[in-house]
């Protein structure tokens, strides 16, 4: 297969996602289709198309997840339906081991390592001609027993997976020897699993790479592909793992039947897991009660199944859940209690959490009480200290997990795997947000803000060689002390100038918790008047992208001006919309700063009310910057030189009436401030002066396209517009909007992505900005950033000045600030 297809489908799904349509759809559906069985032919089919698929998936998400399930749906379903299948060979597990199988083993490791420190799982390092297939047996059986003891321990250390990840080579080539390879790959599951439940996620990544390459040299690419999904499936990665799951079944159908029953019943499974995992729970629930009858789950799997099921409940926050897993749990009692550790740990967690979710709950000893007890007495209760403090969120070890989740997540390589990466570590956050409120901790408060905040604007990507070797990061959390463990040397950090306050915002359980820093003092504040519901009713009525003012109302007679007390009409309407979005702000703060967390980011900063119920950007300057980690980067940024340079394009070229009105209201204002002024369409090479300004049109789904349009001219590439800069201002409808996305831990914004190339600061409209405002709005700016005022107050002082124009929130509130709100002129 040539590239030709992989781009003709990232050319036909773009334009899907761009313009808003399905026409490509079965075109689409049928590249899908041959693209994945090209990739299934060989391995280097797959490493040659898997960088540029997976991107042009990556690229247009919300497009092309139903293309990847659509896909799935259809393989899986005529893989289960063919109802051919046979059974699992694992005569091998009859051969025990004795007292001599151990000391056979130890002189063909010794020898193989000493020969070869460095060793791939895809080579053949050991040397095992001179056992019997007897032995081989008992030694094999000796490796998956040691294997399975030590994956019921959730957290691995380093011992265990280096010990486990050097003999499953050993594994390989005893199991191949013995025509039984595929037992390996199957084992191998135990190692994928833990590494993702030990939040190793790059060594897991690259660990199933090469496991991949092992399954085509041995001739069963379908388990290979199956370990990849099972590794990205575990962390929620969806479009990686529908790919894979996709290329497994794929192969498998490539085959003739009979179909290994062993592999269709680990398909079902972690594809249940997968759909929970990616919170589309109603997949999950579908696959669980349509298992084909003719498919034998062995009692554990079972169970492990209705576990599954439930924890989907579990998450729909179903009401009837308590009392159906009571039931359940009363008739399976025998058979989980008989089944030890690895039964009862997975209940025992699911537990903790309905005595959370659901406070009414019967946990008395003749209820759920019984069977959270008898689980604790079985499982060691180092084996689930992690997930019980997450739960609990009711010690301070929370602080310690975190940081723990924060070194490893350091290991992951590409921005495209950060997003599914920080899943775990924006979870503890969360709790601990709950924790630090409680407890007036401001450190742990902050250290939650790390993630929450959006942290990939900051995360540098890291080059690697396409064979890495495996190397886990040292974790050792009583040695690991940051910044704001100690207050002091916070405080000096940061070094807020007198009379600023500092607000950080987070959404945690549905709850607005608030961390503000005023005058050296952290104060906390759990906002009563917060309701979740009703911001999200906000959301979903597109609110705050719907904001707009008129200046003139038609009547009988003809058209006259809005009045004052009809802009206080509106205003106050505004405010009772917005009630639930007040802060505790110090009373005598001359200038705010905020850090939302990712589930606020639709939250325009400039509409948060005081505690007197009116807008804080009214008084005083309101600056969102960004993160605490982003700030503490840039704060000392130089000024701009005195004779800083200014550029604009607003392409009048195009016959936009809108744009040449605009431009008719700010021509005197740029040759004022000698603008470099840019009216056509296509520029030679972007903007790059020190402040740029962009005038054009925007959608209301612009963070997502990042498009913008002139007339009926659209540019897809503002790369191609925007260059380097220190002040980005963009007179775009909506370019200031953040859209957090579904399936990934992160917030799509232009201004994200201009911050990110470099600028160090961003000021857009959150909504439509009426053409009308810049005429007051820019003249303000300018002179007052050419006196030597910061860019916060020189926002702040235009925003009044539209203000005393048109005194609505919609007119006045409609340009934010964005980064560093320091960043001033050189008047030296």
């Known amino acids: 297969m040539d590239k030709i297809k992989v781009n003709d ?36 089919e797959y490493r040659n198309h898997i960088p540029a698929f997976l991107q042009s998936l990556e690229n247009n998400s ?30 091998v597990m009859d051969y025990k081991p004795d007292d001599h199988t151990l000391e056979m083993m130890e002189p063909i490791l010794e020898a193989s390592f000493q020969k070869k420190n460095k060793q791939r799982l895809s080579e053949n390092n050991f040397d095992i001609s001179t056992l019997s297939d007897d032995n081989k047996k008992r ?92 590794m990205y499936s575990n962390v929620g990665s969806i479009h990686a793992s529908l790919i894979y799951i996709n290329l497994c079944l794929a192969c498998i159908l490539k085959k003739k039947p009979p179909y290994s029953e062993r592999l269709i019943r680990e398909i079902i499974w972690q594809a249940l897991k997968f759909f929970r995992n990616v919170r589309l729970p109603q997949f999950a629930i579908q696959i669980y009660r349509e298992i084909p009858v003719e498919i034998n789950f062995p009692p554990y799997e079972r169970r492990s199944l209705d576990h599954g099921y439930f924890t989907c409940l579990l998450m729909l926050d179903d009401p009837l859940l308590p009392s159906q897993l009571l039931d ?35 946990f008395t000893p003749n209820g759920l009480g019984f069977f959270l007890t008898t ?10 200290k992690k997930y019980k403090d997450i739960i609990e969120a009711d010690t301070e070890d929370l602080k310690k997990h975190l940081k723990e989740s924060l070194v490893k997540l350091n290991e992951t390589r590409n921005t495209a795997d950060f997003v599914y990466d920080n899943k775990s570590a924006i979870m503890i956050s969360n709790r601990l947000i709950d924790y630090s409120t409680k407890n007036k901790d401001s450190s742990a408060f902050l250290l939650s803000m790390v993630l929450k905040s959006d942290y990939s604007i900051l995360f540098q990507e890291k080059k690697s060689e396409e064979l890495v070797q495996l190397i886990l990061p040292e974790v050792n959390v009583d040695e690991i002390e940051m910044l704001y463990d100690n207050s002091e040397e916070f405080l000096k950090e940061l070094s807020l100038n007198p009379g600023v306050a500092m607000c950080w915002l987070a959404c945690a359980e549905e ?41 003139t109302v038609k009547e009988n007679r003809g058209v006259r001006q809005i009045s004052p007390e009809e802009y206080a009409n509106e205003e106050a309407r505004i405010i009772r919309r917005l009630s639930i979005g007040k802060l505790a702000v110090h009373d005598n703060a001359n200038a705010l700063y905020i850090v939302k967390d990712m589930e606020l980011s639709k939250f325009p900063h400039n509409l948060f009310l005081n505690s007197d119920g009116d807008f804080i950007a009214k008084y005083i300057p309101v600056t969102n910057v960004l993160s605490t980690e982003w700030l503490l980067e840039t704060h000392q940024t130089n000024p701009l030189p005195s004779d800083y340079k200014k550029s604009i394009w607003i392409p009048i070229e195009s016959g936009d009436y809108p744009l040449s009105y605009l431009f008719g209201n700010i021509e005197n204002t740029l040759q004022e401030y000698s603008f470099n002024v840019h009216q056509e369409m296509k520029l030679n090479e972007p903007l790059s002066a020190d402040i740029n300004i962009v005038c054009s049109h925007g959608a209301k789904n612009i963070s997502e396209t990042q498009i913008v349009s002139q007339e009926d001219h659209l540019t897809y590439d503002l790369n191609t517009v925007i260059g380097k800069g220190r002040i980005l201002i963009f007179f775009v409808c909506h370019s200031g909007s953040m859209k957090t996305e579904f399936f990934r831990n992160n917030v799509t914004s232009l201004v994200k992505r201009f911050i990110a190339q470099g600028y160090d600061a961003v000021i857009a409209p959150c909504w439509a900005l009426d053409v009308t405002v810049p005429r007051y709005w820019l003249p303000e700016f300018l002179k007052s950033f050419e006196e030597g005022q910061t860019i916060s107050q020189a926002t702040f002082n235009a925003n009044r000045k539209v203000n005393e124009r048109y005194p609505t929130p919609a007119a006045w509130a409609c340009l934010h600030l964005y980064g560093n709100p320091n960043l001033i002129k050189d008047i030296n």
């Not at 030890?340 to 709950?361: C, E, H, Q, S």
């Open 9 to 44: 489908f990232n050319q036909k799904l773009t334009d899907e996602r761009l313009h808003n349509h399905n026409r490509h759809e079965n075109e689409l559906k049928g590249l899908y289709r041959e693209i994945i069985s090209s990739m299934a032919t060989d391995y280097s």
């Open 62 to 91: 919300e497009n092309s997840v139903p293309y990847s399930i659509d896909l799935f749906f259809a393989l899986y379903d005529k893989l289960l339906f063919s109802k051919n299948f046979r059974p699992f060979d694992l005569s």
């Open 511 to 551: 709850k607005l918790s608030q961390l503000q820093l005023f005058n050296d003092v952290f104060s906390f504040h759990l906002h009563e008047d917060w309701k979740y519901e009703l911001y999200k009713k906000l959301l979903d009525s597109d609110y705050f992208v719907d904001l707009k003012f008129d200046d």
């Open 328 to 362: 359940y749990l009363r008739q399976e009692r025998e058979s989980i209690l008989a089944g030890g550790i690895n039964d009862a740990m997975p209940w025992l967690v699911t537990l903790y959490n309905i005595k959370r979710i659901y406070p009414d709950a019967d």
């Open 139 to 230: 030694m094999a059986t000796l490796v998956i027993h040691k294997l399975q003891n030590d994956a019921k321990q959730l957290n691995w250390n380093e011992d265990l997976v280096f010990s486990n990840i050097s003999l499953s080579g050993f594994l390989r080539q005893i199991l191949l020897s013995l025509d039984n390879a595929e037992l390996f790959y199957h084992t191998v599951g135990l190692i994928v699993d833990r590494l993702s439940s030990s939040e190793h996620y790059q060594p897991g990544r690259d660990f199933t790479e090469e496991v991949l390459l092992s399954s085509y040299k041995d001739g069963i690419p379908e388990v290979g592909y199956f370990n990849s999904f099972r």
């Open 375 to 384: 689980f604790e007495m079985i499982v060691p209760a180092d084996y689930v």
